[in-house]
């Protein structure tokens, strides 16, 4: 079983920064190619990055290109979203996922996602 556990959720001001990392447990996590999400209550789950299992092939929700970048330490076991220039609107519960067999060109889709962690909220105020 895989195990995944988000943290570095918070409440910040407009234009601050926050690091969420997710920490992976269970098999090999260097094979699996992991994205973050994130969801307002009463909304649609929605993409916001991908990495590939090597960390050489990344992906981002057009809104959040240029402020968000999405990384993986797989020695640690952990992956990590920078995310700079925060606006309110990128309030919501922020989720990792992770695919042990996702097909190129569908990494955007929640249902190709194996695993999931609990969230963990991020709030930037105005």
């Known amino acids: 079983q895989v195990q995944l556990v988000e943290s570095g959720g918070g409440l910040v001001q407009a234009g601050g920064s926050l690091r969420l990392s997710c920490a992976t447990s269970?098999?090999?996590?260097?094979?699996?190619?992991m994205a973050w999400f994130r969801q307002v209550p009463g909304q649609e789950r929605e993409f916001v990055a991908a990495?590939?299992?090597?960390?050489?092939?990344?992906y981002y929700k057009d809104s959040v290109k240029g402020r968000f970048t999405i990384s993986r330490d797989n020695p640690k076991n952990t992956m990590y979203l920078q995310m700079n220039s925060l606006k309110p609107e990128d309030t919501a519960i922020y989720y990792c996922?992770?695919?042990?067999?996702?097909?190129?060109?569908?990494?955007?889709?929640?249902?190709?996602?194996?695993?999931w962690g609990q969230g963990t909220q991020v709030t930037v105020s105005s």
């Open positions: 269970g098999r090999t996590f260097s094979s699996y190619a």
């Open positions: 990495i590939s299992w090597s960390g050489g092939s990344t």
């Open positions: 996922a992770a695919s042990s067999s996702l097909y190129s060109g569908r990494h955007y889709l929640s249902n190709e996602y194996d695993y």
